[in-house]
């Protein structure tokens, strides 16, 4: 099970409270997770990374286990802690509000 | 007893004004979409019920809403704007070459007579077409690609299409017009168009008489002469009787001719609206008062109206799409600030009041006129 956390802009558009929880089968990335993600919640597809070239949108940041992975390959494996739940993975938006 | 709903974008969400007929007590509901920049709502013409909304934001990007129960309630639907085939570049402020890409939506104009069809004006300038409800969109590349595109150049406020007309006598015609590349129009549908600005004149580009680079601000038509448009531009207000082939200046005694929205009486075809602003670098009414201008002849002869309205201390700007006029037997007319106020008259104009104050600042108002 996989824990995933929102920015709050995003929990609204998708409607969930608190952490969301993923089932991911095969090896746990950070494309693996957020094609789950997208997979459960279809509106948040386009507002985390790009639909046509699936990059990270500019102003989202990716961490886990205090570690910023936002510049990470998309397929390197997720930290152990994150692929056995006991650390959440974050989505966040970047410190550019206005 | 019939009434009115104005739908209301702002930098931070979107706010539902409504009322019945005398337009004189409101119920205000919002934010919707708290937090995020609600650049354009608005309702089908074939069912009320029917609300599309552009909601973006910096961290998030795009993402359309739809109602279908008249703004209690809105649900998420499609937001990939793909170009057709390769984007290719547009020039950029320095004159370079810089690649076609998506960034927001600036204007939805729903289908005259299907509740499922809708067009997305975007920024890069775009028009796209979603048949079923918003769900999935597909661009008219006839628009960007009918020879001129390459060499569009983006306004202070990015490269937009930011009006769409559906002409409601002919309905294959349509127009778009896009900051700063000027007013086309298709009359197959969307399939083909051309630049229709014959005119034209704008000191801000090499050639003032250029085919395209005109900054058009706003355009507005009555649907009973769908000939005759209204044109805000960056400096000038137009008019053609000859559905864009020839244009002439109008802008007679205004204070200045800088401004951005323009609108057109819901029954009298001749007497339409504008909101003059200093300067293109001074967005603020001139004086610190705020007047919107009627004319009465389709131009050249404007009066200020002012009962209402600040006439001291302010200095608030009109975007192009924040003013709408609703169709009821006494014409309503709308508008809101980057101050946040939302403006009504429930008289053509003669007397204003607020309908709300404290608003984020406003991006688009229209309205419609229920049973």
Same mark, same amino acid.
């Not at chain 2, 934010?31 to 609600?38: A, C, L, N, R």
């Not at chain 2, 801000?204 to 085919?211: M, Q, R, S, Y």
């Given at each position: 099970m996989i824990r995933v956390i929102l920015p709050a802009h995003l929990r609204r558009l998708a409607s969930v409270d608190g952490e969301v929880r993923l089932e991911v089968t095969g090896p746990v990335s950070q494309r693996s997770v957020l094609d789950a993600l997208e997979g459960r919640y279809p509106m948040l597809r386009g507002t985390i990374r790009d639909q046509d070239s699936q990059k990270r949108r500019a102003f989202i940041r990716f961490f886990a286990c205090e570690e910023d992975l936002s510049h990470e390959a998309p397929d390197t494996p997720l930290p152990e802690a994150v692929a056995s739940g006991t650390e959440p993975y974050l989505i966040v938006g970047a410190m550019a509000g206005g | 007893m019939s009434g009115v709903r104005v739908l209301v974008g702002t930098r931070k969400g979107a706010f539902v004004l409504t009322a019945d007929g005398k337009r004189d007590q409101w119920k205000v509901s919002g $934010?919707?979409?708290? *937090?995020?920049? @609600?650049y354009h709502l608005k309702g089908s013409p074939a069912d009320p019920d029917r609300i599309y909304a552009s909601q973006c934001s910096g961290w998030s990007g795009q993402v359309i809403q739809r109602s279908d129960d008249g703004g209690a309630t809105f649900q998420p639907v499609g937001n990939q704007f793909s170009y057709d085939g390769t984007p290719g570049t547009h020039q950029w402020y320095d004159g370079t070459p810089h690649p076609w890409e998506f960034e927001r939506v600036w204007h939805l104009e729903p289908s005259l007579d299907d509740p499922d069809t809708v067009y997305a004006g975007v920024e890069d300038a775009g028009l796209f077409k979603s048949a079923d409800g918003g769900k999935s969109w597909q661009e008219l590349p006839g628009l960007r690609g009918h020879g001129s595109g390459s060499s569009w150049q983006p306004g202070a406020g990015g490269m937009c299409l930011h009006t769409i007309i559906l002409d409601p006598a002919t309905p294959s015609r349509m127009y778009a017009a896009i900051s700063a590349a000027g007013a086309f129009r298709s009359d197959d549908e969307g399939k083909t168009w051309r630049p229709v600005n014959r005119g034209l004149h704008s000191e *801000? @580009? $090499? #050639? !003032? #008489?250029? !085919?395209v680079g005109h900054c058009v601000h706003r355009i507005a038509m009555h649907p009973s002469r769908p000939e005759v448009l209204y044109m805000q531009k960056h400096w000038d207000v137009m008019r053609t009787d000859d559905a864009g082939e020839n244009w002439r200046e109008i802008s007679g005694n205004l204070p200045t001719d800088f401004g951005f929205p323009i609108d057109v009486h819901a029954h009298e075809p001749e007497t339409i609206y504008v909101v003059p602003i200093t300067s293109d670098s001074e967005h603020f009414p001139p004086d610190g008062r705020l007047r919107v201008y009627r004319s009465r002849t389709g131009g050249d002869e404007w009066e200020p109206l002012t009962s209402g309205l600040p006439q001291q201390n302010c200095y608030v700007n009109v975007y192009r799409d924040a003013m709408a006029v609703d169709s009821l037997d006494d014409c309503g007319i709308y508008f809101g600030t980057t101050g946040g106020q939302v403006y009504a008259s429930a008289d053509a104009g003669d007397n204003w009041a607020p309908i709300v104050r404290d608003l984020p600042a406003v991006l688009s108002v229209e309205v419609q006129t229920l049973p």
């Open positions: - | $934010p919707h979409f708290s *937090g995020w920049e @609600i *801000g @580009i $090499p #050639d !003032e #008489d250029a !085919e």
